[in-house]
T-cell receptor
Framework: GESVGLHLPTLSVQEGDNSIINCAYS??????FIWYKQESGKGPQFIID?????DKRQGQRVTVLLNKTVKHLSLQIAATQPGDSAVYFC?????????????FGGGTRLMVKP | DSGVTQTPKHLITATGQRVTLRCSPR?????VYWYQQSLDQGLQFLIQ???????AKGNILERFSAQQFPDLHSELNLSSLELGDSALYFC??????????FGSGTQLSVL
């Protein structure tokens, strides 16, 4: 079946460095992708999204890149801070019977060292 | 605070029992989604409702059922509970598009 997966389960970075979290997807019909951040004990929180007609989108300290050719998605966090420590999920959105079904990847844990 | 409210926050029960998890979506959101999060399986989509009607179904067991009421709140019913049902259950809401807002979850422990 279709799936969304992550390359790295854990990423450890030094405070102030840039972080890159990767995600691969397999559903060629996917046209919308979202990155979520989940802190311990909390629900996933929306970070940034991108549609398939774009290859880059920037937010505050975060950038999402989409490479449709290789079905790859990445989240870049600039000047990583201790507060960025969390699990990051990518999600693929598919339309199923007029409903939107998000399929999440397994998640990457980002650990920021002070 | 996402605006999505889930109760209870924690639930401890025994195998074979039945529980009900409750979710109040953000004001104005018509869509409600339920997800299960286990340590080894990440976030698994269970079911989606839109304005009271079931819209999409994921990997939801037959022992599980859900509904969305006229006031748009939703309940997830889990019956004949097994040890493997222990997980975090998240509700999310959306105004109808793709962006979901998640609640803080219900931690279910089946002993």
């Amino acid at each position: 079946g279709e799936s969304v997966g992550l390359h790295l389960p854990t990423l450890s970075v030094q405070e102030g460095d840039n972080s890159i979290i990767n995600c691969a997807y397999s559903n060629s019909a996917s046209d919308y992708f979202i990155w979520y951040k989940q802190e311990s004990g909390k629900g996933p929180q929306f970070i940034i999204d991108i549609r398939s007609n774009m290859d880059k989108r920037q937010g505050q300290r975060v950038t999402v890149l989409l490479n449709k050719t290789v079905k790859h998605l990445s989240l870049q966090i600039a000047a990583t801070q201790p507060g960025d420590s969390a699990v990051y999920f990518c999600a693929d959105v598919a339309t199923v019977n007029a409903g939107n079904m998000l399929t999440f990847g397994g998640g990457t844990r980002l650990m920021v060292k002070p | 605070d996402s605006g999505v409210t889930q109760t209870p926050k924690h639930l401890i029960t025994a195998t074979g029992q039945r529980v009900t998890l409750r979710c109040s979506p953000r004001s104005g959101d018509l869509s409600v989604y339920w997800y299960q999060q286990s340590l080894d399986q990440g976030l698994q989509f269970l079911i989606q409702y839109y304005n009271g009607e079931e819209r999409a179904k994921g990997n939801i067991l037959e022992r599980f059922s859900a509904q969305q009421f006229p006031d748009l709140h939703s309940e997830l019913n889990l019956s004949s509970l097994e040890l493997g049902d222990s997980a975090l259950y998240f509700c999310a809401s959306s105004p109808g598009g793709e962006k979901l807002f998640f609640g803080s979850g219900t931690q279910l422990s089946v002993l």
